[in-house]
T-cell receptor, first 114, second 108 residues
Framework: DAGVTQSPTHLIKTRGQQVTLRCSPK?????VSWYQQALGQGPQFIFQ???????QRGNFPDRFSGHQFPNYSSELNVNALLLGDSALYLC?????????????FGPGTRLTVL | KNEVEQSPQNLTAQEGEFITINCSYS?????LHWLQQHPGGGIVSLFM???GKKKHGRLIATINIQEKHSSLHITASHPRDSAVYIC??????????FGTGTSLTVIP
């Protein structure tokens, strides 16, 4: 049983570009949460998708958007990249769309914006 | 002020020592999570608890809901325990808040 997978592993972009990150949840999970982790910091909650809808959002601008597909996989899109968007982007999956259930994390995508 | 505070930020221990990492939070929670992050980024969930105490091998996690405080203990520490340990709280409405982590180094 594959756990949470993310792609790509690493990505280098330049300011102003757009990026799409992908996440496949653990088998049996229907909820995907995205986090941004800057160097030396704890993860910051970006948003959560459940039943193909954005259910909750952290303090991130509209440049950050997402999508969940019928197979529960998810994409994170970031437009008009800034240097400050350089971070590790983590995806976590869980079941049931609430914070009562354990989250399983993917390995992350390290984004570098030059 | 961060909703989740961890202490200490950095911790160095000799192999075999008993280690305690503390987490305090200021919001009502549905559950508290202890996570382990190794260099390179991968995060592993160690515990999820909403009351009492849980034990898994050499790891013990406790939570006091009234005092809004949790501790993670590692008994007989080993160099392979070296990692960043992160406390996170889940709130009703699906929000998660993370501490900045405690970087643990266990020296042989």
């Amino acid at each position: 049983d594959a756990g949470v997978t993310q792609s790509p592993t690493h990505l280098i972009k330049t300011r102003g570009q757009q990026v799409t990150l992908r996440c496949s949840p653990k088998s049996g999970h229907d909820t995907v949460s995205w986090y941004q982790q800057a160097l030396g910091q704890g993860p910051q909650f970006i948003f959560q998708y459940y039943e193909e809808e954005e259910r909750q959002r952290g303090n991130f601008p509209d440049r950050f958007s997402g999508h969940q597909f019928p197979n529960y996989s998810s994409e994170l899109n970031v437009n008009a990249l800034l240097l400050g968007d350089s971070a590790l982007y983590l995806c976590a999956s869980s079941f049931g769309g609430n914070s009562y259930n354990e989250q399983f994390f993917g390995p992350g995508t390290r984004l570098t914006v030059l | 002020k961060n909703e989740v505070e961890q202490s200490p930020q950095n911790l160095t221990a000799q192999e075999g020592e008993f280690i305690t990492i503390n987490c305090s939070y200021s919001v009502g929670i549905s559950a508290l999570h202890w996570l382990q992050q190794h260099p390179g980024g991968g995060i592993v969930s160690l515990f999820m608890l909403s009351s009492g105490k849980k034990k898994h091998g050499r790891l013990i996690a406790t939570i006091n809901i009234q005092e809004k405080h949790s501790s993670l203990h590692i008994t007989a520490s080993h160099p392979r325990d070296s990692a960043v340990y992160i406390c996170a709280v889940g709130r009703r409405g699906n929000q998660f808040y993370f501490g900045t982590g405690t970087s643990l180094t266990v020296i042989p």
